[in-house]
């Protein structure tokens, strides 16, 4: 009767790497000081040594030390419509509605990220020539994610049952045996529910190592690499799928499974049926060639009946409770190269990130869904990223910074070759400003312009998706000692609203099942950071 696929991928939410700040698998938040002011690819701090690594060559020279600790709080929210050309002027037009749905035919759905502590730090020593360099920083990902209430990707399946049951109690109600009483699947308040659970989570932890070199009092340059590892985490689970039947809500699995004797009967009856008539189509066939052909007819209605609910028994392992738990892993290595120019009161710095190639192969210990089978290794590169940033000291109080980040998105290898359908890389635009209202107290803030090439948003879909945003952060330090400094700030992201149509086919009982769809993207981002510089 139905060939309906109830999709896990939604679990897959985290896996897209949508991220705090950045390309669309980068995280740029490394550091309490870019949390208050984005443009820090000029910059000659202690953070540089993720933002310009370069430039770090020109700090006093002795031991420095950056520990920052981030709080980030994330929600994503996707309204998503169907309609179904074929059911129009029946309840079943707009099936959204039938399990809290607007007027519309479209329902919200909602999930929280959180990840109240992010831990990241900077360390170098800074030579006469040379300095000696590391970091450690959630470059990816980072945090959990929980829809409590699932997703359009998978509902839209499950919200066609109720038409399906209603064609198919209409048709079985066409034969003169159940004439008037079909297969007793109808109601006249057809709705819908299901319960499901996704929870998944996303780290790409990166270390990196490096070593830059002071050419001369003006330029310098730096090179290392960063080792990246990936561990992913995703639980769920689809249960109780329930139709109204009868104007009570049966949990679909059960009610097959209590009606099978039932529905045995029935079809042998049928089956029956279908053999009287094929062989009174043999016996009027010289007789009488029309009623002949009129029994024949007959019988392979019958026939295709108790066929038919031997399909409708087998709907039972469909729409069965489902479970997921896997565990993803893998690792990569990206090289890292950079450049500084000093003179006087300016500062231009800039690095190139190598492409990260990642092969993230599943550890999987229960999938009901057959998607996340055990030992298969899925693509998820990081992209390349280009940087360029200057500052300018105003006045010996007063320092203006801005600059430009270029993420390689379309070069860098995704599940399903996805990144193909993105129109351009992403751009980023930031500046920011310094200001030390006195010698022990700093005061700073920033903004950041980030621009996806979404194209037509074949590239997203409600378990992946990012969408254009501005952030503004504010901050600042106060210097506790003369080796020590305490760092604060908080940012946030506006993010873009992002309308997708689109066309999607189901296939059930026995039919191509049209529908056109909507989902509309939005996302949610606060920041909140703390942290201590330390020379010595």
């Known amino acids: 009767m139905c060939k309906i696929r109830l999709y896990f991928v939604a679990l897959a939410i985290l896996f897209s790497g949508e991220s705090f700040a950045g390309g669309i698998l980068t995280n740029t938040n490394t550091s309490v000081a870019f949390n208050r002011n984005f443009a820090r690819d000029g910059v000659i701090a202690i953070d540089g040594v993720y933002s310009n690594p370069a430039g770090v060559s020109f700090m006093p020279q002795g031991w420095h030390l950056?520990?920052?600790?981030?709080?980030?709080?994330?929600?994503?929210?996707?309204?998503?419509?169907m309609t179904v050309p074929a059911f129009e002027g029946t309840p079943f037009y707009q099936p959204f509605k039938l399990n809290g749905g607007d007027e519309s035919g479209v329902k919200t759905f909602e999930g929280v990220a959180t990840a109240p502590i992010l831990p990241s730090f900077q360390l170098a020593h800074v030579g006469e020539l040379w300095t000696l360099q590391a970091s450690f920083a959630m470059v990816g990902g980072g945090g959990k994610c929980t829809f409590n209430h699932g997703l359009g990707s998978f509902e839209r399946t499950i919200s066609l049952l109720p038409a399906i049951i209603s064609q198919v109690n209409a048709k079985y109600a066409q034969f003169p045996e159940l004439a008037g009483v079909g297969l007793g699947l109808g109601t006249t308040t057809p709705g819908y529910s299901v319960e499901s659970y996704i929870h998944g989570q996303q780290y790409v932890f990166g270390l990196q190592l490096g070593t830059s070199y002071k050419i001369s009092d003006h330029w310098s340059v730096y090179g290392g690499f960063r080792f990246n590892y990936v561990y992913n985490k995703y639980e769920g689970n689809i249960r109780n799928i329930s139709v109204n039947i009868a104007g009570e809500n049966q949990n679909l699995a059960q009610y097959v499974t209590d009606a099978l004797p039932q529905l045995s009967q029935v079809g042998a009856m049928l089956q029956g049926k279908a053999q009287e008539y094929s062989e009174a189509a043999k016996q009027l066939q010289d007789i009488?060639?029309?009623?002949?052909?009129?029994?024949?007819?007959?019988?392979?209605?019958?026939?295709?009946?108790?066929?038919?609910?031997?399909?409708?028994?087998?709907?039972?392992?469909?729409?069965?409770?489902?479970?997921?738990?896997?565990?993803?892993?893998?690792?990569?290595?990206?090289?890292?190269?950079?450049?500084d120019f000093r003179y006087g009161k300016l500062n231009i710095g800039a690095r190139i990130e190598f492409t990260t190639h990642f092969n993230i192969e599943n550890d999987t210990k229960v999938d009901d869904t057959g998607l996340f089978a055990d030992g298969v290794n899925t693509p998820g590169d990081m992209p390349g990223i280009a940087t360029i940033g200057a500052q300018y000291e105003v006045l010996p109080q007063l320092r203006v910074m801005a600059g430009a980040h270029y993420f390689f998105d379309k070069n860098a290898h995704m599940a399903d070759d996805k990144q193909k359908h993105l129109s351009h890389n992403t751009w980023e635009w930031n500046a920011g400003v310094e200001y030390d209202l006195n010698d022990k107290i700093m005061l700073s803030c920033g903004g950041q312009k980030t621009n996806y090439g979404l194209g037509d948003g074949t590239f997203l879909n409600d378990m992946s998706f990012v969408t254009s945003s501005y952030s503004l952060g504010v901050g600042g330090s106060i210097k506790i000692t003369e080796k020590m400094k305490f760092n604060i700030a908080y940012f946030q992201t506006f993010y873009d609203k992002f309308d997708k149509s689109y066309s999607q086919t189901f296939d059930a009982a026995g039919q191509s099942i049209a529908a056109d769809c909507t989902d509309q993207f939005t996302r949610t981002n606060k920041v909140f950071a703390i942290g201590v510089d330390v020379d010595f």
């Open 288 to 339: 009488d060639p029309a009623k002949a052909a009129a029994a024949a007819a007959a019988a392979a209605q019958y026939a295709e009946g108790a066929q038919g609910l031997e399909t409708v028994a087998a709907m039972h392992g469909l729409v069965a409770d489902k479970n997921l738990d896997c565990t993803q892993r893998g690792w990569a290595i990206c090289p890292i190269i950079g450049a």
């Open 66 to 81: 950056s520990f920052t600790n981030q709080s980030v709080k994330q929600t994503r929210t996707i309204k998503s419509g």
